[in-house]
């Protein structure tokens, strides 16, 4: 009887098993839609303001990823189910903030988003603790967040 329960629990493994590996590899053909544009508009942040270079390459490196409409995606996003966490990440990144419409924002708007930039970088809430562990060039310095909290304060005094 033993026998028979064990041969039954290893045929029930198999087939579960079998299942699974079907099913990871079918949703390997399951496309995401890539965040890329090959331009940067008009209306781009740092197109319209006279973003120092320093500042310019720590928010490329540390936001434009989820926070516009180009992402520079890692070899990984290519395997399912990571490509659509990666893109549920972009998709709300972008419902909060996209850099590329900037000049699309009313002043008011503009004012609250720099508001809510300052003060998620000053409590380390951006970049991402998951998106630095990855991206370890990401990771803002104090000095760095300092230069940046400065740069947008006076932004935000220009509206």
């Known amino acids: 009887m033993a026998?028979?329960?064990s041969k039954l629990t290893e045929k029930v493994v198999t087939?579960?098993?079998?299942?699974?590996?079907?099913?990871?590899?079918?949703?390997?053909?399951v496309p995401t839609k890539p965040n890329l544009s090959e331009i940067v508009p008009e209306t781009d942040f740092m197109v319209?303001?006279?973003v120092p270079k320093t500042i310019q390459n720590k928010l490329q490196v540390s936001c434009y990823d989820?926070?516009?409409?180009?992402?520079?995606?890692?070899?990984?996003n290519k395997i399912q189910p990571?490509?659509?966490?990666?893109?549920?990440?972009?998709?709300?990144?972008?419902?909060e903030l996209n850099f590329n419409e900037w000049g699309n924002y009313s002043a008011r708007r503009k004012?609250?988003?720099?508001?809510?930039i300052i003060s998620q970088i000053e409590d380390d809430e951006m970049p991402?603790?998951?998106?630095?562990?990855?991206h370890g060039d990401a990771k803002l310095s104090e000095e760095d967040k300092k230069e940046?909290?400065?740069?947008?304060?006076?932004v935000k005094k220009d509206l």
Do not use: M, R
């Open 111 to 116: 004012n609250s988003k720099l508001k809510s």
């Open 82 to 95: 990571i490509a659509w966490i990666l893109e549920d990440h972009v998709v709300q990144g972008k419902e």
């Open 15 to 29: 087939i579960i098993g079998s299942i699974l590996l079907v099913v990871l590899v079918g949703i390997q053909f």
């Open 128 to 134: 991402l603790f998951s998106y630095t562990i990855v």
């Open 48 to 50: 319209i303001n006279s």
């Open 148 to 154: 940046i909290i400065k740069y947008l304060t006076q």
């Open 3 to 5: 026998v028979c329960k």
């Open 66 to 76: 989820c926070h516009s409409n180009n992402t520079e995606y890692p070899w990984y």
